[in-house]
């Protein structure tokens, strides 16, 4: 219990507060390297599971890529492309973005694929073209899930994140890195405690958006069924 | 190919130390979270904010809660105990779900109809929940043990060896080999564990497969 009265300690030093290796400029980095992380591999999950989804094809192939990702050991990929592409910013960058797409496809392409396929059928019944059933009947009714895969795939990544300061200088793995390495033992359990909070924030805002969205596209359903 | 032919020895050390670790978390995860499963399926109220808590402990990231965990329970850093401990957090957190969704899906008629000839709680938990929830919490089981081989690499960088020591060794000496082999030895043996207990769960379960062919096959057996 000593070590976690030091390591509080280290938290409320103000000389940890401030600076380009402070907590709240690391925390920052973190933050952004995830979020770039998220994007960069929604921009090809995202219309992949869409596409999937909303044809009912390859659903396979997702099972089986998920699957496999989950065996493969992350350590093992950061450090294959750490070698691959040197120190730097771009070999994580890719190693969490490979790592980022399953969970966000899987939870598109299941999203979509969970809908009464007589929703969409009733769309193109009354006029409107792929596009419309895809953005305004399929995606919004897909929401909650999509969300779910968004929390997975962040969790994975700002924990895998942690790892990637073991090959390039970023985030808040930085901290557990050099305590160590130096063997300062409060150093790496006041970093870890930071970690696990702006994890646990994160799963919480997370879960509070797919309980949100859930209750937008539940009463829909609610109300259709109520007025017979 | 040629550094693998000349370490395989080294390999195949690491691999047992990996298991190990592996094998001792599986099994208390088993031990703990079909209990606590249960407990959250029998009593909804008590069950919500434990699968909530579960779900929140999985959240957390490995590294630091290798690093926590010897502040909390006073065991050495580099040392096997913590590792179980962190792996076992994880795949209890993970299989309590399950474990609860698998005690869920038991027909209700089928426990009613056990108690009216005479079963006692516990032979209605031994002999008709069990094994009615058992292909579901296999399936659970299967997922927590690809999860915790992974997860054991991780342990290489607080210096507990496992085949992740092939990961860090090879990153820091730039034997892109060495690390190949290490990511290919883990895929490897989660697999192995995974068909063993598919393996395990036709032996334990054989109705689960027999629903199937059970039509044309059933003459010769």
């Known amino acids: 219990m000593n070590l976690i009265a030091e390591a509080l300690a280290w938290l409320a030093e103000p000389a940890n507060w401030s600076g380009p290796g402070g907590i709240p400029a690391r925390t920052g980095q973190h933050l952004a390297i995830t979020a770039l992380t998220i994007l960069l591999a929604g921009l090809i999950a995202w219309p992949a599971g869409v596409l999937i989804g909303h044809t009912r094809r390859g659903a396979g192939i997702v099972g089986a890529l998920t699957g496999a990702a989950r065996a493969i050991p992350t350590l093992g990929l950061l450090t294959l492309f750490g070698l691959g592409l040197g120190i730097g910013l771009t070999a994580p960058l890719l190693a969490l973005i490979v790592l980022a797409i399953p969970s966000l496809l899987a939870g598109t392409y299941a999203g979509i694929q969970a809908i009464d396929p007589a929703i969409p059928a009733a769309a193109r019944a009354i006029g409107m073209s792929p596009a419309q059933v895809i953005l305004t009947v399929e995606v919004p009714l897909a929401m909650p899930v999509i969300i779910g895969g968004l929390r997975s795939a962040t969790l994975q990544v700002v924990a895998t994140a942690t790892l990637a300061a073991y090959t390039a200088d970023i985030g808040l793995g930085r901290y557990l890195f050099a305590g160590l390495k130096s063997r300062d033992y409060t150093e790496m359990l006041g970093g870890a405690l930071v970690v696990v909070a702006l994890t646990l924030v994160l799963e919480v805002a997370l879960a509070i958006c797919q309980s949100v969205a859930r209750r937008i596209v539940d009463p829909a359903s609610r109300t259709q069924r109520t007025p017979a | ?221």
């Open chain 2, 1 to 221: 190919m040629t550094w693998l032919s000349l370490n395989w020895p080294h390999v195949i050390d690491l691999a047992r130390a990996h298991l190990l670790l592996s094998v001792p978390a599986i099994l208390l995860s088993v031990v703990i979270a079909v209990p606590v499963g249960r407990l959250a399926y029998r009593h909804p109220r008590v069950g919500g904010p434990l699968l909530g808590a579960a779900s929140l402990l999985y959240a957390i990231p490995a590294l630091p809660l290798l690093i926590v965990i010897p502040a909390l329970l006073g065991t050495p850093l580099r040392s096997a105990t913590t590792m179980i401990v962190a792996l076992t957090v994880y795949g209890v957190a993970l299989l309590v779900r399950t474990a609860a969704d698998a005690f869920t899906a038991v027909d209700d008629h089928t426990r009613g109809a056990a108690v009216a000839v005479g079963h006692s709680p516990l032979a209605v938990f031994w002999q008709v929940d069990l094994p009615l929830a058992f292909p579901v919490l296999l399936s659970g089981v299967r997922v927590v043990t690809v999860s915790t081989i992974g997860l054991v690499t991780i342990g290489a960088l607080i210096g507990v060896s496992s085949l992740g020591t092939l990961l860090t060794d090879g990153f820091q000496r730039s034997i892109p080999a060495e690390v190949t082999t290490g990511v290919i030895a883990t895929v490897l043996l989660a697999l192995l564990l995974d068909g063993l207990l598919l393996l395990t769960g036709r032996v334990a379960a054989p109705w689960t497969r027999a629903a199937r062919p059970a039509r044309g096959t059933a003459v010769t057996a």
